[in-house]
């Protein structure tokens, strides 16, 4: 076993539960501003379109296709557009209406304090995100996750999206450490586990619904509980 030092966490869908979260907001803004009489006739049809435009704008931003003006500004009018309602009736707060509601929503995935308690007396904690300064602080600050890190690192603040290697060495640059002392949780096999693979840092693969991928993590969980084995 590798002596490690510094641990990475990604934060969405590792241990912020995104998909939880989100559908709360979802379900409070489909009601709040009365989506059925907008056009969309079910919470499942909103749903659905959110999810599907939404991931494709993620993955654009995530290779520089998009930015966070823009993605934030075509978000809801393409879900609409996708719902089959016209975009010209949404809401002028929607966007930073859901901003707010799900940023301020504290699910997280099960023993993650628990996790974080074992591992904070052990190893430096640090978060490497590729979501906003803003709305990732919220989400840390609603979750009160912020106690457990040293260090958190975003692509808004370094300008670099993981998968790209340039948030992994600038991190492990600014931590005045080595990449072989370091190790990189994230649920993402490609910007998470390729990114940290590339950057010559170590991988624990979060794949709690037991995807198959073609790359060989150095370690892969189903569950956060299983950290304790490895470390």
């Given at each position: ?17 995104y998909d ?5 907001s979802l ?10 009489g ?9 749903f659905?379109s ?6 494709q704008l993620?993955?654009?931003?995530n ?9 934030r ?7 609409f557009?996708?719902a089959?309602?016209s ?11 859901f ?12 023993y ?10 052990k190893?430096k904690?640090h978060?490497?995100t590729?979501?906003?300064?803003e709305?990732?602080?919220k989400?840390?600050?609603?979750a009160?996750l912020?106690?457990?890190?040293d260090?958190i690192v ?6 670099h999206?993981?998968?790209?290697t340039?948030?992994?060495h600038?991190?492990?640059e ?13 649920d993402?096999?490609?910007s998470?586990i ?8 170590d991988?624990?693969y ?7 991928i073609?790359l060989?993590p150095?370690?892969t ?6 950290l304790?084995?490895?470390?």
């Amino acid at each position: 076993m590798k002596t490690y030092q510094h641990i990475f966490f990604d934060l969405d869908h590792t241990l912020w539960d995104y998909d939880r979260n989100v559908t709360e907001s979802l379900s409070e803004l489909y009601h709040h501003y009365d989506l059925l009489g907008l056009g969309i006739p079910t919470f499942q049809n909103f749903f659905d379109s959110f999810h599907h435009i939404n991931y494709q704008l993620w993955d654009w931003y995530n290779v520089g296709k998009i930015d966070k003006e823009n993605l934030r500004k075509e978000r809801f009018r393409m879900i609409f557009e996708h719902a089959g309602a016209s975009p010209d009736g949404i809401p002028l707060p929607f966007e930073e209406d859901f901003m707010h509601r799900t940023s301020s929503k504290s699910h997280v995935f099960p023993y993650t304090f628990e996790i974080l308690n074992y591992l904070q007396g052990k190893y430096k904690l640090h978060i490497i995100t590729n979501g906003f300064d803003e709305s990732q602080a919220k989400k840390i600050n609603s979750a009160k996750l912020g106690s457990y890190f040293d260090l958190i690192v975003t692509s808004e603040t370094t300008g670099h999206k993981k998968p790209d290697t340039r948030i992994f060495h600038h991190t492990v640059e600014k931590l005045g450490t080595r990449h072989e002392h370091c190790l990189m949780i994230g649920d993402n096999p490609n910007s998470d586990i390729l990114g940290a693979i590339n950057a010559g840092i170590d991988q624990v693969y979060f794949n709690p619904e037991g995807k198959q991928i073609e790359l060989q993590p150095t370690y892969t969980i189903a569950h956060l509980r299983e950290l304790e084995a490895l470390l």
